[in-house]
């Protein structure tokens, strides 16, 4: 099936949420890294994304109806393309925010990963993923004017590049009003979820380590 919804924001901007929320509005099952954790062969393909395999984007999508975060989101541009009738989702927080979120959890468990227990593929996947998408997305994600550079040009970089027919820039604090009305369905009974806050980050990895 191809992409109906494609997610262009940086991972901790509520892309697990947005997961969430899509799939209860009828447009999942939505690809997430948890997806990837989960599977030996989503992690084989990405890895082979990462090292510049060319690919059929609808075979690496084969089975989602949406998809949100990285490593999905670190190729918006090429998916924008292969799924023309897709709408595009970009998700933003306050820019301190995004920088404590993420520094607080992906920054941190890419710094730390070789000391987690958790299996060897799990490890060598993080391992290309911080070598060929995040050094190139930020080239110093544990900086943070750096990190927060590279977080404004995608910010800018989308709004100049997505045509405006297609794109919902979103605030996950905004709750269910501009997401249904930019996807045209109701809207659901009772209150907008929020997901993946820091302990259920870590919950993937066996609880959040001490030191930085």
Known sequence: MPLQVISSGFGRTGTMTLKVVLEQLGFGPTHHMVEVLHSPKQQAMWQSIFRGKEI?????????????????????????????????IHTERPEEDWWASFNGTIGKSLR?????????????????FTEHVMKKAMDDYCDKDTALAAYRENNRKVRELVPS?????FNVAEG?????????????????????????????????????
């Not at 987690?116 to 593929?121: A, H, Q, S, T």
Request: glycine share 6%.
């Open 56 to 88: 059929d984007w609808t075979d690496a999508f084969d089975g989602f109806s949406s998809q949100v975060d990285f490593p999905g989101s670190a190729y918006w541009q090429e998916t924008m393309q292969a799924f023309p009738q897709a709408k595009i």
């Open 112 to 128: 730390l990963m070789e000391t987690f227990p958790v299996p060897p593929e799990i490890k060598n996947f993080f391992a290309d």
């Open 165 to 169: 027919d297609r794109l919902l820039v």
């Open 176 to 212: 269910w009003g501009p997401l249904c009305r930019f996807l045209d369905v109701k809207a659901p009974a009772g209150e907008f979820p929020h997901h993946h806050v820091r302990s259920e980050f870590w919950q993937h990895f066996g609880g959040e380590p001490a030191s930085a």
